[in-house]
């Protein structure tokens, strides 16, 4: 296990819109009234994930999905705009129409496009899409376009108006998903684990024992500055402090090995993955042999154990897909100052280098969402899943879905309900 997840952490890291059926934000409705407030757009250098929107394949899976009038309306929307006040109600609106719109077309409830239902990819692009012109948009007043962008951000993958449906006797399952990542070496690529946040967010299900349960996701980004700014800690605490928001069980969701679900056992403090880059190129500043604490992390143990029943899944859950309990570490071990791959989990007084997940933000999902679980609701289950790799896209680079590749897709998210379906039953 320990060398399949070295491999597959290199492998994944170096190959590493308005809805026909929504009614629009209601800023647009007044973005032709000749009365728009903005300065000629500016000429800004994107950021390094805006840039990949120069290959015209991200616009054509944004117009495959019926995406494409969020990108085209919504810088004559913030023209519209008059206040900080104002800027900052159409981006929660606007976010919230792309989550929604996403979400519905992920559940085969809203027409438009020709790519498969579940494909999260025009979520990812619609997003950046409307970021950058965000980030062209010159309003006649001052406006902190970070604070409007990070606003937009969490509206747009779920965080904001998400909240679970009350419900006497249902069981509430909250998890996250992640964007795409390793786009240099393939544009192509999804990330299954954001295609379950959306084909699962707000569904009824029906766990093993028969109970009723309600699942609500999110989807995270792939970029360490978004986790240094609290965005794990805004999207979790919610629904780990008592209230009608609070779930019963969590659980952090991303793409791992080839073929294989895993339960990771336990997740390490540490940033170790350099020299792979995050979706922005940054980099963490931690590798193997000197690991780093993310920025702002709040006090914790080196390791965290999942709280996941993983003998009930691993024991119930195995097709099409293996599901296996992973209990790989790498250590520093106490008194020591080189790293040491572990197959059975921590020793007393380490220091964590990576956990099951790698270093990389798959195991720094699980850290920080199952710290926080610790602190605030600590007879809560808790984990991290890691889904298989999602393999299947056709060999000609300018075809950008395939059977193969969508029945690949369709499969994990079954898998991934299936493993909840035995996780979230009441202990």
Known sequence: MMLLRRAASAAALLVTVLPLSVASPA????????????????????????????????????????????????????????SRAEAERLLDSWGQALWQASVRRAQSQRPGGDLAPGDD?????????MTAALARWQPEFPADKPTLRARFEDASRGLTDNAFRTAPGVRRIFISGFDPFGLDAEIRRANPSGSAALQLNGRRITLADGTPAEIRAVVLPVRYADFDAGMVERAFAPHLAAGPASADIITTVSQGYPGIFTLEDWAGRARSADPYPDNARALSGGTREHPVTAPGLGPGPEFIRTTLPADAVTAAVQTPYPVLLNSDVTEIPAGATAPVDRTDGPTPGSRAVAGGGGGYLSNEVAYRSNRLRAELAPHLPGGHLHTPVLTGLPADPQLLTGPEFERNESAITAEVRAVLEHAAVRR
Do not use: K, M
């Open 121 to 129: 990819r025009p979520l990812y692009w619609a997003r950046l899409g």
């Open 27 to 82: 800023h647009a409705s007044h973005a032709a009234d000749g009365e728009a407030a903005c300065r000629p757009p500016a000429s800004v250098p994107l950021d390094a994930e805006q840039s990949r929107l120069a290959d015209p394949r991200t616009t054509t899976l944004v117009e495959r999905a019926g995406f494409g009038d969020f990108v085209r309306r919504f810088p004559a929307a913030l023209c519209t705009t008059r």
